[in-house]
Structures are given as structure tokens and as C-alpha cells.
């Protein structure tokens, strides 16, 4: 393959629309600070301004497995609180006053009992009163020893992700060294 100009650019714009695209990927961290919180959950569940789109009512996740909550926000919420209710009391405090990045990765509790009845709340950290519940999914006690490379239902995108940066950059590494290896045999 000849290396000009017009192939370089090539080479350059399909890199840099593999970045822009894995950018725009959002990740969440996770941190286990939290305080208590009374029981909502008989409060009104919906906010104009926050939406959970993962957990949903057909969620079964396993403990000690690793999934991703996804939320959305239609106004300005910098930082969120996230717990989690069992049968609409605290169960536990996901994060507190976490980024508000869209997702959080969560690690379950291996303790957490088997259960159709847990819900996510997401709130925002300075007016709590603006708040979403999920609806009822399930949380059960997993069987299998768990894999310590899973990452959650959306693992498979995030490799393949993985992998095709991993070729790019190896592709890009031949490249420069054929450049250097003509320029050598030129001198």
C-alpha cells in the first residue's frame, strides 16, 4: 500500500470518527458514601426532569454482577443521588452526590436478598424533591461464580470498541514505521 497524502487523510479522518463516537460513550463511577434517606416511595414517581431508562421492569440482575443504571435529565443537574429500595423502603445508597453523567457502573451487593420488588432512585443532590423512580425489577442471588471480566449488558459494544481502537493504533504503528524505514532507505 503507498502511503501519499491522500491516503494519510483517509487514515486520519476514520481515527478520529472512531474517537468522536467512542467519546461520546457515557461512564459513571461508583462510590458507596451514602446517608440515609426516608421512604418515598408513596410520594409521586414521575419528574419532568429526570427519567431512568435502565433498570426497567424486565431487568434481572444477578449479585455481584456489574450493570450500568442509564438516566436522562431535561434541565441543568449537575450532581444525583442514587439509592435503592427494596419494597419501597432504603435498602442501600448507590452514590451520593455522583456527576450527572447519563450512567453509573454498579457493582451489586453479593448481601442483597432475591427480590422482583427493587427499584432505583436517582434524585438531584441539591433539591431532592426533583426525583425519578424506576419501576419494580428484579435482583436475585447468582449461582454461577462470577466472571471478574463482566461488565454489564452492555459489555459487548465496549469491547468491540476495545478491539477496534487496538487495531487502529496497531495500524497507524505500521504505517509510521514504513514512513521511517523509506525515509531511512532514501539517506
Given at each position: 500500500?503507498?502511503?501519499?497524502?491522500?491516503?494519510?487523510?483517509?487514515?486520519?479522518?476514520?481515527?478520529?470518527?472512531?474517537?468522536?463516537?467512542?467519546?461520546?460513550?457515557?461512564?459513571?463511577?461508583?462510590?458507596?458514601?451514602?446517608?440515609?434517606?426516608?421512604?418515598?416511595?408513596?410520594?409521586?414517581?414521575?419528574?419532568?426532569?429526570?427519567?431512568?431508562?435502565?433498570?426497567?421492569?424486565?431487568?434481572?440482575?444477578?449479585?455481584?454482577?456489574?450493570?450500568?443504571?442509564?438516566?436522562?435529565?431535561?434541565?441543568?443537574?449537575?450532581?444525583?443521588?442514587?439509592?435503592?429500595?427494596?419494597?419501597g423502603i432504603l435498602e442501600l445508597v448507590i452514590d451520593e452526590r455522583t456527576p450527572n453523567t447519563g450512567a453509573m457502573l454498579w457493582d451489586i451487593p453479593l448481601d442483597l436478598e432475591d427480590s422482583f420488588q427493587y427499584q432505583v432512585k436517582i434524585a438531584e443532590s441539591d433539591n431532592p424533591s426533583t426525583y425519578f423512580i424506576s419501576p419494580f425489577f428484579e435482583i436475585y442471588r447468582s449461582t454461577r461464580p462470577?466472571?471478574?471480566?463482566?461488565?454489564?449488558?452492555?459489555?459487548?459494544?465496549?469491547?468491540?470498541?476495545?478491539?477496534?481502537?487496538l487495531i487502529s493504533a496497531c495500524f497507524i504503528n505500521n504505517i509510521v514505521r514504513r514512513i521511517l524505514v523509506n525515509k531511512r532507505r532514501k539517506y
Open positions: 500500500m503507498k502511503f501519499n497524502k491522500m491516503n494519510i487523510k483517509r487514515l486520519t479522518i476514520a481515527i478520529l470518527t472512531i474517537v468522536a463516537i467512542t467519546g461520546f460513550l457515557p461512564f459513571g463511577f461508583e462510590k458507596f458514601n451514602g446517608t440515609s434517606d426516608e421512604n418515598v416511595m408513596n410520594s409521586p414517581k414521575i419528574s419532568s426532569t429526570i427519567t431512568i431508562t435502565t433498570p426497567s421492569n424486565v431487568s434481572s440482575w444477578p449479585t455481584g454482577d456489574t450493570e450500568w443504571i442509564y438516566f436522562t435529565t431535561t434541565e441543568d443537574i449537575f450532581m444525583v443521588n442514587i439509592t435503592l429500595y427494596k419494597d462470577e466472571s471478574p471480566f463482566r461488565l454489564g449488558e452492555f459489555a459487548t459494544p465496549l469491547v468491540l470498541i476495545g478491539i477496534v481502537l
